[in-house]
């Protein structure tokens, strides 16, 4: 099962190193470091971080990666919700009247200013 966090995954630096998917992107950060000259001929796959394949592969596995219809799919989900909201942009909100009236106030107000911590 794909979803499941328990299934192991090989590692790409090392594939003696099998690790639990829900510990595989930590994994990877640690082990990137570890193995630093295979890391230079792996590349990430664009649609998910925790593909790398080798550079030479990798235009291969965009064409085919599992994770490109997702993605695609989100991005027109979003587009068509932004469309829509773009269509009910045209708020029929109006603000409430102002009672407030500044200038009434403010000679009202008594001569001395306000000063944090003294009593008038």
Request: proline share 8%.
């Amino acid at each position: 099962d794909v979803l499941d966090p328990e299934r192991l995954i090989p590692c790409p630096y090392n594939k003696h190193h099998q690790i639990r998917a829900c510990r595989f992107p930590y994994h990877l950060v640690k082990c990137k470091k570890s193995y630093p000259e295979v890391a230079k001929k792996l590349a990430t796959c664009p649609f998910n971080a925790r593909h790398l394949v080798p550079q030479a592969d990798l235009s291969d596995h965009v064409l085919k990666c599992s994770d490109k219809g997702l993605i695609e799919q989100d991005i027109e989900n979003w587009s068509s919700g932004f469309q829509r909201e773009q269509m009910n942009a045209m708020s029929t909100w109006q603000a409430p009247p102002c009672d407030e009236d500044w200038e009434t106030e403010l000679s009202e107000q008594s001569d001395s200013p306000f000063v944090w911590g003294m009593i008038n």
